[in-house]
């Protein structure tokens, strides 16, 4: 197996013969996915950073990888031996790339990338930031297949229909609203690169990327027609007839690249810059009027109609039973079994295949005890999995993909006596968790707004987390979609009714333990006054949530109130489903405080 500075300098041989002093490596795939294909985890093969978010940059003498809080500690373990130098993206003292590339390179040298594996409008920020740092950008630089020997091949798996019963509209209804989107931006067609909204649009789904239960494929959309380009050979005769009989046109995958080159001069594309990859942009013939406007699709896919929410409730329900079963043998093995940070995802997902309509985990189960949890993002592996004891703080987060639904719960379980200061930390979490939960806000809220909720207890007492609160949540899709998010940084997609986000504050010491309780939660309408209609959340998300280390005198009347309703529902919707030992267990875990 090649090590990683080997990898790097076979790189810096193909970067001189293409005549690049520097080559960028990001996380990404032509579809800007955020979970990828084994064929395009080049960043993760190139570096050995198994993150999924960082980019690397490489010289001919320097290399350094970019990456946020949640894999700052991840990827200090990782780059260690490698020669690849950390930039920890945040923090003051950290230069940009292209800060770094300028102080690294010669004036006029040449910087490239691979135009399918960044946005459009990354593309452009990159080359206009570069070029006023007197350095060149080179966008068609495609050498991986040159770098990456046993390069993986692309994903094969057979796509299957999502049925009527779950999706609640027919691919025809779907195509008529992102229609009516391109008549109301004055636009008459658009590029579904996004593999959430291409499966969204057409009904499809499958299980081409781990987690995602998505397709490699494209989609393009006029007004008139509706082409899905994918491989024939992952599609039945059946599934490939019903799509033509919806009045979708099947078109081989790699023929979306010809398509949009030859695109009549009639069409007007209504493009979202950040979502469309570069390479696709440029494709788009020069004369053809583009309108740049937010994913017509991923707003319409984020407010989720009521046959979806439906099911979704009924998938917590099943993840809900899980989990309950899962807490109750975490309790009453630790003591009298081996059990490890592995073993804990491995039980969770036998779990989960017990469940009605379970296909898979959501994403990579993370079983974080003691010190491993504060690292947000951490993946045990058989090297650096802890044995789990009666003692300490468990973190736990996790999440099933069911036909019904999309789930992601995290929960932090003390096992043992908490000590004051991790009592004092867990009721700084658990209040910010129950104010957003109880959030009531004005139509036009945005989620940067609503974001401060889950925060105020903890700056009180000058405690911080470095990052989002909420992201959105798909209806058997991504784990992580948008456009909306509950976030600091500004995000103009306002929070409507319809939409699932998630609810996750945390505190993280290091080298102690880390603690983040999440819950998915419902905006849905709550009132309507002389100011205006106002919203609420209805929490989907039904777990126990431990009250070991809860510090009850110092929640208000307002949160233990809502603590209690939460378990009630809890134990109302999730014991008919259990044996009676469970029932009497999750009684006394959702007792009244």
Known sequence: MMKTKDKIEQLRVIMASNGIAAYIAPSSDPHLSEYLPDCWKFRAWLSGFTGSAGTLVVTANAAALWTDSRYFLQAEQELKGTGIELCKMGLTNTPSIEDWLAQNLDKNQTVGFDGRLLSHAQSLTLMSSLKSKGLKANPKIDIINNVWNNRPTMPNSKAFEHELRYAGQTISEKLTLIRQELENCKANACILSALDEVAWAFNIRGNDIDYNPVVMAYGLITNKDATLFIDSDKLSDEHAKSLIEQGVTLKPYAKIEKAIKSASN??????????????LYSLIPKDLKKVNTLSLVTKLKAQKNPIELENIRQSHVNDGVAMCKFLHWLENSVANEKITELSIAAKLLALRKEQEGFISESFSTIAGYRENGAIVHYSATPETAKEIKPEGFLLVDSGGQYLQGTTDITRTIRLGEPTPEEKEDYTLVLKGMIQLSMAQFPAGTRGSQLDTLARM??????????????????????????PQSIRPNENPVTIEPGMIQSNEPGIYRAGKYGIRIENLILCREAMETESGKFYSFETLTLCPIDLKPVDIESLSKEEKDWLNAYHKTVYEKISPKLTEELKVWLKEKTQEI
């Open 457 to 482: 207890a903890m700056w009180s007492k000058g405690i911080n987390y470095g990052h989002g609160t909420g992201h959105g949540v798909g209806a058997f899709l991504n784990v992580h979609e948008g």
């Open 266 to 279: 009639e069409m007007i594309f209504a493009l979202d810059e950040a979502r469309v990859n570069h390479r």
